[in-house]
């Protein structure tokens, strides 16, 4: 690691594009990123904003969850993880702009992007996050008049529509009054569209974040095992 002159060099080797170069797949440059990854979390207050300078930005709470765990190897091996995006109020348009770690991307929508547009937000690239603890079972919700979904890219609750006559076929939680528990069954949903990052709502973490969620309760003195193995004779 010493040797090299920034941390792009760890990436391409000239064939490989934006990932991480097969000399550098080492447990030494994974401990690195986590480290880095470990240190952004130091720079967010206990009210949730980062502070630079005279700039301040309070980090939404899916994106300070995703900053508590570890980076999964996707993240690693892919030079720019995150991006953050935002609308040019010039032309209307969005614009994307990658960056090789979640902190990179908080420090610029605080010291720049949010000035250009309040809205502007940070993407998971490589990989999404499921809803955290604290929001399971409260999405899909009615927020401000529109229906908002768990985005496990954009790590925040996002509005999705449709923009095709796309169908597919689903497990969905329904209520069952006769059994007094959640069943799960098939149905024909529309495809939907995140407004922000693009995903569809047939991206599997997608599905799991937004259903009923129930806490399984596990009776004392009863052992779960013991009870699947009965079942299994
Ligand atoms: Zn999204």
Request: proline share 6%; hydrophobic share 35%.
């Amino acid at each position: 690691m010493a040797k090299l002159a920034s941390p792009s060099d760890l990436f391409g080797g000239g064939y490989t594009g934006n990932l991480l170069a097969p000399q550098h797949n080492r447990e030494k440059v994974y401990a690195w990123f986590q480290k880095k990854h470990e240190f952004g979390t130091t720079l967010i207050d206990p009210d949730g904003y980062y502070v630079s300078g005279s700039h301040s930005w309070r980090v939404p709470y899916g994106v300070r969850q995703a900053m508590s765990v570890p980076l999964v190897h996707s993240q690693i091996v892919n030079q720019f993880p995150f991006a953050v995006t935002w609308i040019s109020p010039k032309d209307g348009r969005r614009y994307k702009k990658k960056t090789m770690h979640l902190i990179s991307a908080i420090h610029l929508i605080a010291t720049q992007v949010q000035y250009v547009d309040p809205t502007a937000s940070i993407i998971a690239r490589s990989t999404g996050y499921t809803v955290p603890p604290k929001l399971r079972g409260k999405l899909p919700r009615t927020m401000n008049g529109h229906m908002v979904y768990w985005c496990p890219h954009c790590m925040d609750a996002r509005r999705f529509r449709r923009r095709d006559d796309r169908t597919f076929y689903a497990q969905k939680k329904f209520w069952s009054a006769e059994k007094q528990r959640y069943v799960w069954k098939e149905v024909k949903l529309a495809c939907l569209y995140c407004q922000v990052c693009g995903i569809s709502n047939q991206n599997m973490k997608f599905r799991v974040s937004n259903q009923p969620y129930e806490k399984v309760r596990i009776k004392s003195g009863v052992r779960r095992v013991g009870r699947k193995r009965a079942r299994a004779r």
